[in-house]
């Protein structure tokens, strides 16, 4: 057998779970870290959420707090993908020696959180 048979690439699992809304919704995020081509990195976000919210109309409670969840998620999600674009734009020009005071880390994630729409508002193809 070749040695390159036994090659493990770096591989980072997490799941948890929310704090917020728990009486109402639960959500079980995952998150997976791994190496990718050319020595990037690649990720892939998961998401569950569910509610036990009971009563009489409970499916169509259910179903509301679910997509609520679920749109809070995506918006959540977006942002903190913008967020970490941010930061790693930043890390990498410094390595190049491209500063400019810092100043481009504070306008820039200023125009990140006003550009999100407020959450939910994208449509997807």
Known sequence: MASDAFHVQPRLRVRQGNLSFKKFMHVIE????????????????????????GGRWSSMIRNKIESYGVG???????????????????????????????????????AA???SGGGGDNERA
């Open 113 to 115: 959180s006003g550009s």
């Open 30 to 53: 995952g998150g997976e870290l791994c190496a990718g081509p050319d020595g990037s990195t690649l990720h892939h976000t998961t998401a569950e959420v569910r509610s036990q919210f």
């Open 72 to 110: 809070k998620f995506e918006g959540n999600t977006e942002m903190a993908r913008k967020g970490m674009s941010l930061v790693l734009g930043v890390l990498r020009s410094r390595q190049l020696g491209q500063t400019d005071g810092g100043t481009s880390l504070v306008s820039a994630s200023t």
